[in-house]
């Protein structure tokens, strides 16, 4: 008997940036639905636009599809992102848990991808470009044929966190990764993680006091928290963490 869906972990997944590398997404075991519409609407709500930015498709977008293969039966991986987040690659690879997968570059289209495009667009949506440290989840629950839109809203996260990093590499894939891990699986709290390339943005570093890679801070709450360094103590770094 061949193994399930579930038990092969096949699903569709999307996600969609922001200019200021904020991020929502979705996984759709079942494959039915079109989802980049439906997160263009909930990165609406979320940062309070006028309304959805759908200049960011395609983009801003990447996207995976892990399916079985009906003649050799192997589970197959598609995954393609867009050059504007190309370098995102280890934070897509964190949330879709798909380790060190190398993604394909997106066939690049000037007349969606024009980055006058976006700048025509930067005054109406000026919380596009404003870092608000978001990585959120998009899911719809079905009832009474109603669907409803379920996010995490940031404001309400208890944690606050920014992982800085250098660069983008198999080393920082690997420290995304676990990050990822240790949040998901013994964080028991809403939060949020925003990832900071020091290499990009050296006045965050230096804003936030950040002198060594890798360094997990916890923003809120007060008082700030730093863990530098060696993510391999799952419990130390939960301690840090959770500590008041």
């Known amino acids: 008997m061949p193994d399930s869906?579930?038990?092969?972990?096949?699903?569709?997944?999307?996600?969609l940036f922001t200019p200021a590398g904020d991020l929502i997404y979705c996984i759709d075991p079942d494959k039915q639905k079109r989802w980049h519409?439906?997160?263009?609407?909930?990165l609406q709500e979320a940062l309070n636009l006028s309304e959805p930015p759908h200049f960011?498709?395609?983009?801003?977008?990447?996207?995976?599809?892990?399916?079985?293969?009906?003649?050799?039966?192997?589970?197959?991986?598609?995954a393609e992102v867009y050059p504007p987040v190309q370098r995102y690659q280890g934070l897509l690879n964190a949330i879709f848990g798909t380790e060190d997968l190398i993604w394909q570059l997106a066939p690049w289209n000037e007349e969606t991808c024009n980055p006058l495009l976006f700048e025509t667009n930067r005054?109406?949506?000026?919380a596009?470009?404003?870092?608000?440290?978001l990585i959120l989840?998009?899911?719809?629950?079905?009832?009474?044929?109603?669907?409803?839109?379920?996010?995490e809203e940031p404001l309400s996260a208890n944690y606050v966190l920014r992982l800085f990093v250098s660069g983008d590499n198999a080393t920082v894939e690997q420290t995304l990764q676990r990050v990822h891990r240790i949040l998901e699986q013994g964080l028991r709290s809403p939060y949020t993680l925003k990832i900071i390339d020091i290499f990009k943005h050296p006045e965050q570093a230096e804003l936030n006091q950040v002198s060594a890679t890798p360094t997990l801070v916890r923003v809120l709450p007060n008082p700030v928290r730093r863990i530098v360094g060696d993510f391999d103590d799952t419990e130390r770094?939960?301690?840090?963490?959770?500590?008041s």
């Open 5 to 15: 869906a579930a038990d092969l972990n096949l699903f569709k997944g999307i996600a």
């Open 37 to 42: 519409l439906n997160l263009c609407t909930a």
């Open 123 to 126: 005054s109406r949506f000026r």
């Open 56 to 78: 960011l498709i395609p983009g801003y977008t990447a996207t995976i599809d892990r399916w079985l293969d009906p003649k050799t039966q192997k589970v197959e991986v598609t």
């Open 137 to 151: 989840r998009y899911t719809e629950d079905e009832e009474d044929n109603k669907p409803e839109i379920s996010l």
């Open 128 to 133: 596009l470009w404003e870092e608000n440290d």
């Open 237 to 243: 770094v939960l301690q840090i963490i959770t500590m």
